[in-house]
Nanobody, 123 residues
């Protein structure tokens, strides 16, 4: 079993930056691919970015590529999502998720989920 706890969300002005974290605990969590997803009110959950367990492979949604960076610290069993040049359309609840194996863009392939952290970008 893997437990995931997100933190670091908040309110930021457009153009600003924010870093959200996902602290993971449980069985061999460092072997898991980790993903970030988000869900805005009235919209479906969407893929943001993901990283494999070694940290040498990752992927991003087109909407965030070049602005967001995902990284992980396996010693601290923490995954980070650095968000720069934030836009109002980035407003959503951000979730981290874990799956055994490599990263994936598909939310149904992730077995473990955090409770989410709210990110609000004001215009």
């Amino acid at each position: 079993q893997v437990q995931l706890v997100e933190s670091g969300g908040g309110l930021v002005q457009a153009g600003g930056s924010l870093r959200v974290s996902c602290a993971a605990s449980g069985r061999t969590v460092s072997m898991y691919g980790m993903g970030w997803f988000r869900q805005a009110p009235g919209k479906e959950r969407e893929f943001v970015g993901a990283i494999n367990w070694t940290g040498d492979s990752n992927g991003y949604a087109d909407s965030v590529r070049g602005r967001f960076t995902i990284s992980r610290d396996n010693a601290k069993t923490t995954v980070y999502l650095q968000m720069n040049t934030l836009k109002p359309e980035d407003t959503a609840v951000y979730y981290c998720a874990a799956r055994y194996g490599g990263w994936s863009r598909l939310d149904f392939q992730y077995k473990f989920w955090g409770q989410g952290t709210q990110v609000t970008v004001s215009s």
